[in-house]
């Protein structure tokens, strides 16, 4: 074969190959093979010398001829395989504005908060007004205003958190507030009667277990007018408990002493973890023809659990506002948000620690 048809098959097979290139790579590799120092033109070349003198330019000129219609087929497959690439980078890349997009994931509001709003709003529809007061607060709205005397147990540096702060000669001691009741006092204190309103608020006491946290929620509740009976108290926790339990739970009112009403009740519901019977079966272990014997509920022990205290204020309290007994009285209760959601239906929570555990498989859950 003549150095004149190894330049003819050498063109034929550079316009072949950059056909068939499918990336700029390619092109690359093949410009290299072809074109390069040491590529494949360059080796046909070298052949000149031995060629005759008279048919050289003829082989140059050809030669120089194939090299720049390899070059120019070089440029064209590099610009056809960049265009492509580059679209198919576009289309890859390209956002349909029509289509819904993905929603991020959305959290929701504590437990306690959703119970909250949803205690606000039952006492909002027979008229009570959400109020808010310190979670900081003086020894006299949180005892002395209610009717709580020097040696009350309750103002025990064992039972409420004192503070390391100035004493004040009018208001006493700085705390954190150990019930919700201290927003009562304030609120009766501002005598803009007649009064319906339920403070709803974090509180603070020196204990934990099951049903007992340090930091805790309670809503205390006061209605204070002319004519307010036991009757209308009565009739308070019966449309809360209606509201909030369900048809299927029971509550009871048993007598009590508290130094802020008179008289006094301890509102029980019964257990919603053992139906009120305070008898718990444990699950079956060991597969079929396991199981245990019923044992004592842990949460209520006897079917019911304590909510709170309720009673007519104290004529004492009402004098400590600056309100004439004979003249208003007043309804009051106070229960803690944590323990009464505990007994809400299909709860069945045994621990009221979960709710601040931070743990997500149990707070997902609601």
């Not at 002395?144 to 004040?168: G, I, Y």
Request: neutral net charge; charged residues 25%; hydrophobic residues 35%.
């Amino acid at each position: 074969m003549t150095l004149s048809d190894k330049l003819q098959t050498l063109a034929l097979t550079a316009d072949r190959d950059l056909a068939k290139a499918k990336t700029p790579d390619d092109v690359a590799e093949l410009e290299t093979r072809f074109l390069g120092r040491k590529g494949e033109l360059t080796g046909l070349l070298r052949g000149l010398a031995d060629v005759p003198s008279v048919v050289r330019p003829k082989l140059g000129e050809l030669a120089n001829d194939i090299k720049i219609t390899i070059a120019q087929k070089v440029a064209a497959a590099r610009e056809r395989l960049s265009g492509g690439a580059l679209t198919q980078k576009f289309e890859a890349e390209r956002e349909d504005v029509t289509e819904p997009g993905i929603r991020p994931q959305e959290g929701h509001l504590h437990l306690m908060n959703q119970a909250i709003r949803e205690i606000t709003d039952i006492f909002a529809k027979a008229g009570f007004v959400r109020t808010r007061y310190p979670e900081v607060e003086w020894d006299w709205y949180a005892f002395e205003a209610l009717n709580m005397p020097k040696d009350h147990p309750a103002r025990d540096d064992w039972e409420t958190f004192f503070m390391d702060a100035p004493v004040s000669s009018e208001y006493g001691k700085m705390l954190l507030t150990p019930h919700a009741t201290s927003g009562t006092a304030r609120e009766l204190a501002g005598q803009k009667l007649p009064i319906r309103s339920i403070n709803i608020s974090k509180t603070y006491r020196r204990q934990i277990d099951v049903t007992h946290v340090p930091m805790f929620h309670q809503f205390d509740g006061v209605f204070v007018d002319k004519g307010v009976s036991v009757a209308h108290l009565r009739g308070v926790l019966d449309y809360f408990a209606k509201e909030f339990f369900g048809p299927d739970r029971k509550t009871r009112l048993r007598p009590h002493h508290f130094r802020f009403t008179e008289p006094s009740f301890e509102i029980d519901v019964s257990c919603g973890v053992c139906g009120g019977t305070g008898l718990i079966t444990p699950p079956y272990e060991g597969g079929e023809g396991g199981g245990s014997s019923p044992q004592k509920c842990r949460t209520c022990k006897q079917g019911w659990l304590e909510l709170g205290g309720a009673g007519m204020l104290h004529p004492n309290v009402l004098k400590a506002a600056g309100i004439d007994p004979s003249v208003y009285s007043g309804l009051a209760f106070g229960w803690g948000v944590e323990r009464t959601y505990m007994m809400k239906e299909g709860m069945k929570l045994d621990d009221i620690r979960l709710l601040y555990k931070n743990d997500l498989r149990f707070l997902q859950q609601f």
